[in-house]
């Protein structure tokens, strides 16, 4: 294992899994009781699909809502479509799961944010070391307190 585990990555993967398990039980069974969800996403990922005033009208990122008026809800392991009212002009979308930045279901509090972090130097994934008088200015230095597990286990 070269680069270590990407918790990030992973963790991710799991929070999308997420959302696809969420929507899929409501293609099945309907929003139960006050559910409903906004879904903020990147309009120009390369995977969206959208119509073009629609992404004219939102050239950065999107918030759709998912509560009484959605049509045709298709989930798939990389995203799902739904058709939306826009007025009264219906429209349908395919937002990959990728492109979600938020997902939020108010009605329990609940919220998923999806940050990006560009990579500062990818070709050195090394951390910086600390100069030969340990930590650098403005840097503090962390020990580390080993706790032994024998304390805790039962006799």
Known sequence: MSGGIDYGNLMHRAMR??????????????LPGEH?????FDTQH???EIADW??????GEMT????????????????F????????????LYIPYDSIKTFVDPSVEFGLRF???ED???DDPTPPEDGPDGPGEGETQHDAEVVRLDAFRKQ
Not at 20 to 30: F, S, Y
Not at 54 to 59: A, C, F, G
Not at 65 to 73: E, G, I
Not at 86 to 91: I, S
């Open 46 to 48: 390369p995977d969206v």
């Open 54 to 59: 629609l992404s004219d009208r939102y050239p």
């Open 17 to 30: 899994g997420l959302i696809q398990n969420v929507l899929e039980d409501v293609r099945e069974r309907g």
């Open 81 to 92: 479509a739904v058709t939306l009212s826009f007025g009264e002009a219906p429209e349908r």
């Open 36 to 40: 409903h969800f906004f879904i903020t």
């Open 120 to 122: 500062e130097d990818e």
């Open 64 to 79: 759709v809502v998912l509560q009484h008026r959605f049509d045709n809800l298709e989930v798939t392991d990389d995203g």
């Open 115 to 117: 940050e990006t972090h």
